[in-house]
């Protein structure tokens, strides 16, 4: 089993930052990828970024250029840095790790930006 926790969420003015974390713990393997995605009332669940254990880095063209996700393997944790944050950013964001073919989820932590 696999256990996430994010941390980092909170109120931001529009054109702010936010730092995210997601630490994971249990059984975790050296090869995995490790995603944030996000859920807004109503709407449904989206990738928001996601890094694979070599590094490689994906992003959903809303994010391109305002967002990056970094991990420390050492320490099991993936990062989401957040900058010019928009009100359409407001949701809750919730951390994934896929490995050997098994999805493991967070709890999520609330990102709200007021206009």
């Known amino acids: 089993q696999v256990q996430l926790v994010e941390s980092g969420g909170g109120l931001v003015q529009a054109g702010g930052s936010l730092r995210l974390s997601c630490a994971a713990s249990?059984?975790?393997?050296?090869?995995?990828?490790m995603h944030w995605y996000r859920q807004a009332p109503g709407k449904q669940r989206e990738l928001v970024a996601r890094?694979?254990?070599?590094?490689?880095?994906n992003y959903a063209d809303s994010v391109k250029g305002r967002f990056t996700i970094s991990r420390d393997n050492a320490k099991n944790t993936v990062y989401l840095q957040m900058n010019s944050l928009k009100s359409e950013d407001t949701a809750v964001y919730i951390c994934?790790?896929?490995?050997?073919?098994?999805?493991?989820w967070g709890s999520g932590t609330q990102v709200t930006v007021s206009s």
């Open positions: 249990g059984r975790i393997f050296s090869i995995n990828t």
């Open positions: 890094i694979t254990s070599g590094g490689v880095t």
């Open positions: 994934n790790v896929l490995q050997e073919g098994d999805n493991y």
